[in-house]
């Protein structure tokens, strides 16, 4: 009998800890398909962050290392120095990415370094049982910002394609969301396109995945893929930032 | 004989790690360590190393775990601020028994401090290099050719025991030149199936993780590394014994430090003081038998120090009340000087006045 | 102590290359030596000084703050050094620059015009260089010879062409009479 579908080799057997309704199941078996349809799973070394995605070495079926909050790059940056030949990638959150490890982020990809970063934004902290992150929207309400967040006095939410996309060596940046099939269908491929651009060596490359929160937002997982319809894509555009794969970042 | 080289300690110090293997240096540029990076700049373009200047020291240490953790022989070096961001990934480090070289130059602290040489960092080095239970390798040289020998020793026993090693050295030993020579040593090979390298399709994946949710296992893991920690206690000590045959007084000191008492030992023993000096060369493992061995057999101690007082607790420690310690130091980039130790030891057996 | 020398001027007058060529003597001789620069958070024109001991015993304090030698090419050097100088030591005085008369009668002092011997032998920026070989002559550290072969190992590649002013600066310190 011919097999039709089958649970992706990328992904350990391992239950996942994740809440009910989060997307980061749909998006580590994203990672994951991709992985192994571009014949890359038994080369790759995956890093994972500090927060939900903590546990992620334990998910991914491949070589893995935790990193420090926020450090993901830089230990990504230690692996691929030293293993130019293999694929590394890094999960990593919006607390992880956009705040305590802002400046890995920014120098990992102003330097061009060649690793793929899967940037999971959720707009609020989930380990930590739902704090404001640097992504929060302008008014929302968390459990540090208990009146919504006022952008007067804790800042405006960071767009990190957006910036990621006016330096030199990031390769491909895309804001994807995989809160509908088409969307989910748009993201992996976004992924695929990411991870081909380090295995023909064009430099830094980032997906930005519009996550939900529904245990953290308050709200059933349904309302959830709903609010990042109406709250977080008008936000966070989606679309691809930056696409220097033609002739990548470090071509003379 | 290998040829004799007249070098920098921080120049020295690079290529006895790239002579050990090491071919992957993370840097951020503080002084008066500069020279380590500058030389590794200039040197791993040329060998198909890696020289990457990091956008800070939590960036470097956090490059070297990356580093690390595919089994290759990686460094960083810094000096004492620098040494306080990088605290995060040598606990991290540690907690997933990596081994790795790291370097400290030290100057006076705390906060920005100075930048002249100090020996303030010893309780941060031995005693709490990251939060966590847990221990790093410390060296102290005291001369050009032991951080040579040393660079070489600290990357066969991070490897050997699967932990960092830090170099504990200081602005006046990075600074100075002597001559030194290279010994051709074959790096030794050490077991690294845990390396991240791709499972190739041949083993399950390999995970370096510091993280422990059940605390029976984290206190499991932690009690198999203090295993390991005994083990080091009891083999790898390193210790000089200096004129202490018939010495009835001794004087504990360590790194560049140790110079200037030895040159007060000398005086000391020219007016007719029966004073020897003991020098840690490992800070941890602290050879806290050889001196307590010694303890019983004293009138007094002295600990010198440049830093308020630091290995002095140690030794105290170590002699248990066997016999009295005393100690002397400057801090804040101010070196004792070889007549300030004569009158300190001249004090302490009652010779002075 | 074979050599025990503290050399004190401004940073660009070649204090550390002074002492790095007597360091590089001890080499060719395959003596023990150290030399120790201060250093300070200034890259060009601040103070800079810089010990070099030598010795066929292994050495101990590296740092030189009573030297039996003293080099001072700077008028605040010398107020700085004068007073540390070990009785019975010697000190040399760049008196194209240093106005002073050390009033010492325990040391032995040294005068010797070295910037203004280098201006008019066209050796500008050798007065170090001039001061060495006449250190070279008044303590005996090591030879001439064995100096010259010390210049030519601290001259590097790209500059190989300095060694001859370098070696003319050296005999004309050493045949310097006051």
Same mark, same amino acid.
């Given at each position: 009998?011919?097999?039709?579908?089958?649970k992706t080799?990328g992904?350990t057997d391992?239950?996942? =800890?994740y !809440?009910?309704?989060c997307t =980061?199941?749909?998006?580590h078996r994203?990672?994951?398909? !991709?992985?192994?349809?571009?014949?890359?799973?038994?080369n790759?070394?995956g890093?994972?962050p /500090?927060?939900?995605?903590?546990?992620?070495y334990?998910?991914?079926?491949c070589?893995?290392?935790?990193?420090?909050?926020?450090?993901a790059p830089a230990?990504?940056?230690?692996?691929?120095?030293?293993?130019?030949?293999?694929f590394?990638?890094?999960?990593?959150?919006?607390?992880?990415?956009?705040?305590?490890?802002?400046?890995?982020?920014? =120098?990992?990809?102003t330097?061009?370094e060649n690793?793929?970063?899967?940037?999971?934004?959720n707009?609020i902290y989930g380990?930590?049982?739902?704090?404001?992150?640097?992504?929060?929207?302008p008014?929302?309400?968390?459990?540090t910002?208990? *009146?919504?967040?006022? /952008?007067? *006095?804790?800042?405006?939410?960071?767009?990190? !394609?957006?910036?990621?996309?006016?330096?030199?060596?990031v390769? *491909?940046?895309?804001? /994807?969301?995989?809160?509908?099939?088409?969307?989910?269908r748009?993201?992996?491929?976004a992924?695929?396109?990411?991870?081909?651009?380090?295995i023909?060596?064009?430099?830094?490359?980032?997906?930005e995945v519009i996550s939900? !929160?529904?245990?953290?937002?308050?709200?059933?997982p349904v309302?959830?893929?709903?609010?990042?319809?109406?709250?977080?894509?008008?936000? *966070?555009?989606l679309?691809?930032?930056k696409?220097?794969?033609?002739?990548?970042?470090h071509?003379? | 004989?290998a040829?004799?080289?007249?070098?920098?300690g921080?120049?020295?110090l690079?290529?006895?790690?790239?002579?050990?293997?090491?071919?992957?240096?993370?840097?951020?540029?503080i002084?008066?360590?500069?020279?380590?990076?500058a030389?590794?700049a200039?040197?791993m373009?040329?060998?198909?190393?890696?020289y990457l200047?990091?956008?800070?020291?939590i960036?470097?240490?956090?490059?070297v775990?990356?580093c690390?953790?595919?089994?290759?022989?990686?460094?960083?070096s810094?000096s004492?601020?620098?040494?306080?961001?990088?605290?995060?990934?040598?606990?991290y480090?540690?907690?997933?028994d990596?081994?790795?070289?790291?370097?400290?130059?030290?100057?006076?602290?705390?906060g920005l401090?100075?930048?002249?040489p100090?020996?303030?960092?010893?309780?941060q080095?031995?005693?709490?290099?990251?939060?966590?239970d847990?221990?790093?390798?410390?060296?102290?040289?005291?001369?050009?050719?032991?951080?040579?020998?040393?660079?070489?020793k600290?990357y066969?026993l991070?490897?050997?025991?699967?932990?960092p090693a830090?170099l504990?050295?200081?602005?006046?030993l990075?600074?100075?030149m002597?001559?030194?020579?290279?010994?051709e040593?074959?790096?030794?090979?050490h077991?690294?199936?845990?390396?991240?390298?791709?499972?190739?399709g041949k083993?399950?994946?390999?995970?370096?993780?510091?993280l422990?949710?059940?605390?029976?296992?984290?206190e499991d893991?932690?009690k198999a590394?203090?295993?390991r920690?005994?083990?080091?206690?009891?083999?790898?000590v390193?210790?000089?014994?200096?004129?202490?045959?018939?010495a009835?007084?001794a004087?504990c000191a360590y790194?560049?430090?140790?110079?200037?008492?030895?040159?007060a030992?000398?005086?000391a023993?020219?007016?007719?003081?029966?004073?020897?000096?003991l020098?840690?060369?490992?800070l941890?493992?602290?050879?806290?038998?050889?001196?307590?061995?010694y303890g019983?057999k004293?009138?007094?101690?002295?600990?010198? $120090?440049?830093?308020?007082?630091?290995?002095v607790?140690?030794?105290r420690?170590?002699?248990n009340?066997s016999?009295p310690?005393?100690?002397?130091?400057h801090?804040?980039?101010?070196i004792?000087?070889?007549? $300030?130790v004569?009158? $300190?030891?001249?004090?302490?057996a009652?010779?002075?006045n | 102590?074979?050599?025990?020398?503290?050399?004190?001027?401004?940073?660009g007058?070649?204090?550390?290359f002074?002492?790095?060529?007597?360091?590089?003597?001890?080499?060719v001789?395959d003596?023990?030596?150290?030399?120790?620069?201060?250093?300070?958070?200034e890259?060009?024109?601040?103070?800079?000084?810089?010990?070099?001991?030598?010795?066929?015993?292994?050495?101990?304090c590296p740092?030189?703050?009573?030297?039996?030698t003293?080099?001072v090419?700077?008028?605040?050097?010398?107020?700085?050094?004068v007073?540390?100088?070990?009785?019975?030591?010697k000190?040399?005085?760049?008196?194209?620059?240093?106005?002073?008369?050390?009033?010492?009668?325990?040391?032995?002092?040294?005068?010797?015009?070295c910037?203004?011997?280098?201006?008019?032998?066209g050796?500008?920026?050798?007065?170090?260089?001039i001061?060495?070989?006449?250190?070279l002559?008044?303590?005996?550290f090591?030879?001439?010879?064995?100096?010259?072969?010390?210049?030519?190992k601290?001259v590097?590649?790209k500059?190989?062409?300095?060694?001859?002013?370098?070696?003319?600066?050296?005999?004309?310190?050493?045949?310097?009479?006051e």
């Open positions: 009998m011919a097999i039709v579908f089958q080799k992904l391992k239950e996942t =800890h !809440c009910p309704g =980061h199941g749909i998006i994203l990672v994951a398909e !991709c992985l192994e349809e571009l014949g890359v799973l038994d790759a070394i890093v994972a /500090v927060g939900c995605a903590v546990m992620a334990d998910y991914f079926n070589d893995m290392v935790e990193a420090p909050h926020g450090r230990v990504a940056t230690g692996i691929k120095r030293s293993l130019p030949d293999n590394v990638f890094t999960y990593q959150g919006d607390g992880d990415l956009a705040a305590i490890g802002t400046a890995e982020t920014v =120098h990992s990809a330097r061009g690793i793929t970063v899967i940037f999971v934004n707009a380990m930590t049982g739902g704090q404001m992150a640097p992504t929060t929207l008014g929302q309400v968390t459990q910002t208990p *009146y919504g967040r006022d /952008v007067n *006095y804790s800042g405006f939410p960071v767009r990190v !394609c957006e910036m990621l996309s006016t330096l030199s060596g390769a *491909y940046a895309e804001r /994807v969301a995989v809160n509908n099939v088409p969307n989910i748009k993201a992996k491929a992924i695929k396109k990411a991870f081909q651009a380090q023909d060596k064009k430099g830094f490359s980032i997906i939900a !929160c529904p245990t953290n937002w308050g709200m059933t309302e959830a893929l709903k609010w990042i319809d109406d709250n977080m894509i008008p936000y *966070y555009p679309g691809v930032y696409d220097a794969t033609e002739k990548g970042v071509a003379e | 004989m040829e004799k080289f007249l070098m920098k921080n120049e020295a690079a290529e006895a790690a790239i002579r050990s293997g090491c071919r992957h240096f993370f840097g951020y540029p002084t008066p360590q500069t020279e380590v990076a030389y590794m200039k040197r373009p040329k060998i198909g190393g890696t200047q990091a956008e800070s020291e960036a470097a240490i956090n490059m775990l990356g690390a953790s595919t089994g290759a022989r990686a460094m960083t810094s004492s601020p620098g040494i306080s961001l990088k605290g995060e990934g040598i606990s480090i540690i907690g997933s990596l081994p790795c070289l790291i370097i400290n130059v030290m100057r006076g602290g705390p401090g100075g930048i002249q100090s020996q303030a960092d010893y309780w080095a031995t005693k709490a290099p990251g939060h966590g847990g221990q790093i390798l410390v060296f102290a040289p005291s001369s050009v050719q032991e951080i040579v020998d040393l660079v070489a600290a066969d991070a490897e050997t025991y699967r932990m830090m504990l050295a200081d602005g006046m990075g600074q100075m002597e001559p030194v020579e290279f010994p040593v074959e790096p030794a090979v077991d690294k199936s845990w390396a991240l390298t791709g499972t190739k083993r399950k994946p390999n995970i370096i993780n510091s422990y949710l059940q605390p029976k296992e984290l893991t932690v590394r203090f295993k920690y005994e083990i080091i206690q009891e083999k790898e390193m210790i000089e014994e200096y004129k202490m045959e018939d009835e007084y004087v790194g560049a430090m140790a110079r200037i008492v030895k040159t030992v000398v005086k023993r020219e007016k007719g003081i029966k004073v020897g000096l020098r840690p060369i490992t941890w493992p602290f050879p806290q038998k050889e001196i307590a061995a019983p004293m009138k007094s101690m002295l600990c010198v $120090e440049m830093s308020m007082g630091q290995m607790e140690d030794v420690l170590a002699v009340g016999c310690v005393s100690f002397f130091g801090t804040g980039g101010v004792p000087s070889p007549a $300030e004569l009158a $300190e030891i001249e004090k302490m009652g010779g002075a | 102590m074979i050599l025990n020398m503290l050399i004190a001027g401004f940073g007058q070649g204090v550390l002074m002492g790095k060529v007597a360091a590089y003597t001890a080499m001789q003596r023990n030596v150290s030399w120790l620069p201060s250093y300070g958070p890259m060009r024109g601040g103070t800079a000084n810089c010990s070099v001991c030598i010795d066929d015993e292994p050495i101990g740092l030189v703050l009573e030297p039996e003293l080099v090419l700077n008028a605040p050097s010398y107020d700085k050094f007073g540390s100088v070990q009785p019975g030591g000190i040399f005085i760049d008196s194209a620059l240093i106005d002073a008369k050390c009033d010492r009668a325990d040391i032995t002092a040294y005068y010797i015009p910037t203004q011997m280098a201006k008019d032998e050796l500008d920026g050798l007065a170090n260089i001061m060495l070989g006449k250190v002559r008044e303590t005996g090591t030879t001439f010879e064995v100096l010259c072969e010390a210049m030519k601290c590097p590649a500059k190989a062409h300095l060694v001859e002013a370098n070696l003319k600066a050296l005999k004309l310190g050493f045949d310097y009479a």
